[in-house]
Nanobody
Framework: QVQLVESGGGLVQPGGSLRLSCVAS????????MSWYRQAPGKERELVAT??????TNYRPSAKGRFTISRDNAKNTFLQIDSLKPEDTAVYYC?????????WGQGTQVTVSS
């Protein structure tokens, strides 16, 4: 059974940085797409960034320049967030898309506040 576990969230001051991690366990097809979503209080979940198994990346327009998605193998992905703003406050979720299924992590809270 595939599981995704996120970590790296926390409370950070505006202008700070965080690196979120997502570790997947279980048997995963090496050809997959991993993504980061976020959901702010009272808002819908939104896609932040995507990376394919051959390292093609895509970002929502508002994330370009401050967010960097990466991966080190078929199972682990990271999201570097720089110059954090209060509006980045949200629960950040890792998502895995394979040929047959999709998986979600439990989320990690990012709070940006002084």
């Amino acid at each position: 059974q595939v599981q995704l576990v996120e970590s790296g969230g926390g409370l950070v001051q505006p202008g700070g940085s965080l690196r979120l991690s997502c570790v997947a366990s279980g048997t995963i097809n090496e050809f997959n797409i991993m993504s980061w979503y976020r959901q702010a209080p009272g808002k819908e979940r939104e896609l932040v960034a995507t990376i394919t198994s051959n390292n093609y990346t895509n970002y929502r327009p508002s994330a370009k320049g401050r967010f960097t998605i990466s991966r080190d193998n078929a199972k682990n992905t990271f999201l570097q967030i720089d110059s954090l703003k209060p509006e980045d406050t949200a629960v950040y979720y890792c998502h895995l898309l394979t040929e047959s299924r999709t998986y979600w992590g439990q989320g990690t809270q990012v709070t940006v506040s002084s």
